[in-house]
């Protein structure tokens, strides 16, 4: 078995398909030669029943997050939460550089409750593209999973006859 090259592609560590890497083998074909499955979950941050849906204990009791803002992580949090969080809320600045943020119960947190149900989509192409924009997104996970067993046994098959 000999060792396959890879590409480096540093726009590939969080690419638009969700890709977390860097390095791919070459492919052989063009990307229309290729089929994409995926199982996607879309975020339901911007959801904002799904707190109230899965009974979050934050949206029942209120919560509180601290950020050490003498850090450059803890001052983004800070910021994020002063500025763009659209949450109603209370701020304490300690001595030691912490400031707590208590937020009120009845509003959204900031977890991913997974309210939003999974995409089961095919498209045609590769992390390359879809060159015909063909997609179709599968009802229930059943189809997908055969399409995919039906897709691998085609594959296996034309790998065989060469």
Avoid at 49 to 64: K, L
Avoid at 68 to 80: C, F, V
């Amino acid at each position: 078995m000999t060792q396959q090259e890879t590409v480096w592609d540093p726009h590939l560590l969080r690419g638009s398909d969700g890709w977390i890497g860097g390095n791919r083998i070459p492919p052989a074909g063009r990307a229309a030669d290729y089929q994409t499955f995926a199982i996607l979950r879309p975020s339901d941050l911007a959801e904002r029943a799904a707190c109230e849906e899965v009974g979050c204990g934050a949206y029942r009791n209120g919560w509180e997050t601290g950020a050490d803002e003498r850090t450059a992580h803890g001052a983004a949090i800070g910021a994020y939460i002063r500025n763009r969080s659209r949450r109603d809320f209370t701020e304490c600045k300690r001595g030691d550089g912490w400031t707590i943020f208590r937020f009120k119960s009845g509003q959204r947190c900031f977890e991913e409750h997974l309210t939003v149900p999974q995409i089961f989509r095919v498209r045609d192409g590769d992390w390359r593209g879809n060159p015909t924009g063909r997609r179709r997104d599968h009802v229930n996970p059943a189809d997908w999973v055969e399409d995919f067993g039906l897709h691998q046994i085609a594959v296996a098959e034309q790998h065989q006859r060469g």
